[in-house]
């Protein structure tokens, strides 16, 4: 048995060197994955005024007052000013918010803003809003936002119609 051995040992080493076949194992330390990489561009955030902020018709008086426009629109008045319903009209401003399906989104209102008459002017601050500092646009990728804010009113206020902007800003979070 021995002998078979050692023969068939020899024929098989006389077969692969008569042939010059070699036998290699490669081994390496490495290997190789293969990824996609992808990225989807979204609709940039849309906000488009639907309704200016309103304060309406005010009698200045001796003293200083300040009059609030409330997240429903309804106005009331403080101190020194007399709200005046004859050919009023007050709004809270209204915004619609567009943007990408269930993306969150800040808010940012500004502290205070100056309104103009000629050379006159009141401050409207306190700026409130019917949404939070943080929100998420609806499935449908929309948001309603309601803004009112104080107008205050010094005393012997200049009669006048007094206006000026705000910015709200609204940014993918």
């Known amino acids: 048995m021995k002998k078979n051995l050692i023969v068939f040992a020899s024929l098989l080493a006389a077969f692969f060197l008569g042939n010059n076949v070699m036998a290699t194992v490669v081994v390496t330390a490495s290997a190789t994955g293969t990824a ?13 005024k639907q309704a200016d902020l309103a304060f309406g018709n005010i ?3 001796i003293a200083d ?3 609030s426009i409330a997240l429903d629109g309804s106005r009331s008045g403080m101190g020194g000013v007399t709200l005046i319903a004859a050919g009023n009209v007050n709004s809270a401003a209204s915004f619609d918010i567009q943007g990408y399906p269930g993306a969150s989104f800040t808010i940012d209102l500004p502290s205070s803003i100056d309104i ?3 050379n006159d002017e009141m401050e409207v601050d306190n700026f409130v ?3 939070g500092a943080t929100n998420s646009l609806s499935n449908q ?3 309603t936002l309601v803004v009112g804010a104080t107008l205050n009113v010094e005393a012997n ?3 006048g ?10 940014a993918y979070n």
Do not use: H, K, M, N
């Open 129 to 131: 809003s019917s949404l």
């Open 157 to 159: 206020q200049a009669p």
């Open 65 to 67: 007052g300040s009059v």
């Open 36 to 48: 996609t990489a992808t990225a989807r561009i979204v609709q940039p955030l849309e906000i488009v």
């Open 161 to 170: 119609l007094y206006s000026g902007t705000f910015d709200v800003v609204v």
């Open 59 to 61: 009698a200045a008086g």
């Open 116 to 118: 103009e008459s000629g």
């Open 141 to 143: 990728g929309t948001a």
